[in-house]
Structure formats: C-alpha cells, structure tokens
C-alpha cells in the first residue's frame, strides 16, 4: 500500500507559477507509474501529466508546454511545476500512484488561479 501527501498548492493569479509536491511512502515507490489528476467543482476527474518509472512523459493536451512532471526517486518525490497558470485550470489536484493495474490517492491540493 502506497501512501501519498500532496502539498504546494495555494492562490495564484493568471500568468502565474505554482509546484506541486507529491511524498510517497511505500516499499518500491520507483517502479510505479506517477501521475497528477484533478478534479474542478461539477467535472470529472481528469489526467493531467503522468511519467512511468522509466521517466517516460505524457501530458493532457490543454497542459503541453505549462506543466512538467519529474520524479526524484531516491527522496520519493514526484513533482508537478506548473507555469502561465489560468483560470481554467483550478482545482483540486490529486497525486496518483499506479502499479500492476493497482492504484492509490492522494488527499488531493488546491489549486486556485484568480485575479
């Protein structure tokens, strides 16, 4: 069982920059894929970047170019750095961790982008 704690998240206004860190606790952390998902108030959850423990990337397509997921394996952590944050990007962000078709959640961070 893996254990995730999301952190970073906050205020920002539009044009902004906000990193998500993602603390995981577990035995073989760096064999999981990673990935942050969110959630804004009356949508779905969606996949926003994700990277397998290879390193390979991929991104929501309305996130290319803004976002960069990475991972420090030796501390466990996984990032999300966030530039030219919008509007439409508030939510609540979750860290996700995926193994063997198994997963485990965050608590999930908030982020809000406003003027």
């Known amino acids: 069982q893996v254990q995730l704690v999301e952190s970073g998240g906050g205020l920002v206004q539009p044009g902004g920059s906000l990193r998500l860190s993602c603390a995981a606790s577990?035995?073989?952390?760096?064999?999981?894929?990673m990935g942050w998902y969110r959630q804004a108030p009356g949508k779905q959850r969606e996949l926003v970047a994700r990277?397998?423990?290879?390193?390979?990337?991929n991104y929501a397509d309305s996130v290319k170019g803004r976002f960069t997921i990475s991972r420090e394996n030796a501390l466990n952590m996984v990032y999300l750095q966030m530039n030219s944050l919008k509007p439409e990007d508030t939510a609540v962000y979750y860290c996700?961790?995926?193994?063997?078709?198994?997963?485990?959640w965050g608590q999930g961070t908030q982020v809000s982008v406003s003027s």
């Open positions: 996700y961790a995926e193994r063997s078709a198994l997963g485990s």
């Open positions: 577990g035995s073989g952390i760096s064999s999981y894929t």
């Open positions: 990277i397998t423990s290879r390193g390979t990337t």
